[in-house]
């Protein structure tokens, strides 16, 4: 072979290497889910989603010419396992971005010992404590932290006018005794009082007791018409079967969270008919429809998970953030998650046309706005969106939507009772 074909052999070669290196190629985000324990159903449900949506990224061109690949590490719903499993994501591993926790008693530890001092990207989809804003306003943040649900803060108060809506004159709350269940509770009280509400009595708990008899028996002094209970679906389930077979009156307020087939298959349909709740809500968008199309055929779960629409959000948005900032670079994935949510974007959402579509306008440096299963969203510099908030009941054992109240509904609200 003369040396002329030799070069020309070895170009070929060379060039139809290429195609493979860049299939090669991978993206790794770190993700820290509450697989196990309290919160299990909405952490398994949240990397399922964001597991989708990097599919669908991946198979409409990949983000950077990369594949987006998770490590999904469990939390067990415990703060300082968290803690752990995220120091190995961010110290050894070098992830740029860690999404995850769910709830805010592993979001916050995770944000203030790990992803803040190393100034690497956050994104919670369901952490909803005022804690992770007053953080941010303090500049304990780094700037980092993002979440795709609006602040108890906020819900708070829709809750309260809901209540009064819907009836509740005298409510016994129950709460989990942690960061999220603590501030839920201290905002819905003084709205609910302020509406012409009354409180009879407020009962924390700890949470994987065998038995809540005692906090059930305490709650029921000052012969409440309801029960407000602030938890997740297992101890949720066990702490309303106790209240019920203590002759407790059948009407409930639920948080967000208890928006669960496992928490109503538990309790039993026939109880929960006078249940009702708020979650953060949705502005349904082509990206909802998808979704729910598509969602259950992917994981085996029910979109309806109140997890699940916002985590695929998460990964949605950090899978276009990295595409946007050309790899890996926390810093650079940090500024880009703005940008793929510019209001003068061209509108995108989800599933692997419209994130090709995506690809292809951040190729050609042209502005794109991501617009997700739970409606158009930006965030503010502290990485917190606004509502709208979603009013449901559970009837016949299924969740139903009864209505919906605006960010400015409840503004208004909170601003009239100051």
Not at 165 to 191: P, Q, S, T, W, Y
Not at 214 to 221: D, G, I, K, P, R
Not at 256 to 264: A, E, K, Q, R, T
Not at 385 to 407: C, H, N, Y
Request: net charge negative; charged share 20%.
């Amino acid at each position: 072979m003369t040396t002329t074909m030799k070069l020309l052999a070895a170009a070929l070669l060379a060039a139809t290497a290429m195609p493979a290196a860049a299939a090669d190629c991978k993206i790794e985000i770190g993700l820290v889910m509450e697989l196990t324990g309290p919160a299990g159903e909405y952490g398994q449900a949240g990397a399922k989603s964001v597991e989708m949506a990097f599919r669908d990224i991946n198979e409409a061109g990949g983000a950077a010419g990369c594949d987006l690949v998770t490590d999904t590490r469990d939390s067990q719903s415990q703060g300082n396992v968290a803690v752990d499993v995220a120091t190995q994501l961010v110290q050894v591993k070098k992830v740029p971005v860690v999404i995850g926790g769910i709830i805010s008693s592993v979001s916050i530890p995770i944000l203030t010992s790990v992803t803040a001092p190393a100034k690497v990207v956050q994104v919670s989809p369901a952490s909803s404590s005022p804690t992770l804003t007053a953080l941010g306003r303090d500049g304990k943040t780094n700037g980092m932290f993002f979440r795709t649900i609006t602040s108890d803060a906020l819900q708070g108060v829709a809750a309260a006018k809901y209540a009064i809506d819907k009836g509740f004159k005298k409510l016994a709350v129950i709460h989990v005794n942690n960061d999220f269940g603590v501030n839920m509770v201290a905002e819905f009280k003084r709205a609910y009082e302020a509406l012409g509400g009354t409180v009879v009595s407020v009962t924390p708990y700890n949470e994987k007791q065998a038995s809540y008899a005692s906090e059930v028996t305490a709650a029921m002094a000052g012969e409440p018409d309801g029960l407000y209970l602030v938890s997740y679906p297992v101890d949720g389930a066990t702490i309303a079967r106790t209240w019920i077979s203590q002759g407790g009156v059948q009407k409930f307020l639920l948080n967000d969270g208890m928006n669960s087939p496992d928490f109503i298959g538990s309790v039993g349909a026939e109880y929960l008919n006078e249940a009702y709740g708020t979650s953060s809500g949705t502005s349904p968008t082509a990206s909802t429809e998808y979704f729910n199309a598509n969602y259950k055929a992917f994981s085996g779960i029910e979109p309806s998970n109140p997890a699940a629409d916002r985590s695929y959000d998460a990964g949605a948005i950090v899978g276009l953030a990295v595409a946007k900032a050309g790899g890996a670079d926390s810093a650079k994935i940090r500024e880009a998650i703005y940008a793929v949510l510019d209001p003068k974007g061209e509108p995108i959402h989800a599933g692997k046309d419209e994130f090709a579509k995506a690809l292809k306008l951040i190729a050609e440096d042209k502005p794109i706005r991501y617009e997700g299963v739970i409606g158009p969203v930006a965030f503010d510099q502290y990485g917190d969106i606004t509502g709208p908030f979603r009013l449901w009941q559970i009837k016949d054992g299924a969740v139903t939507t009864t209505g919906e109240m605006s960010t400015d509904d409840v503004a208004a609200i909170k601003a009239s009772i100051k």
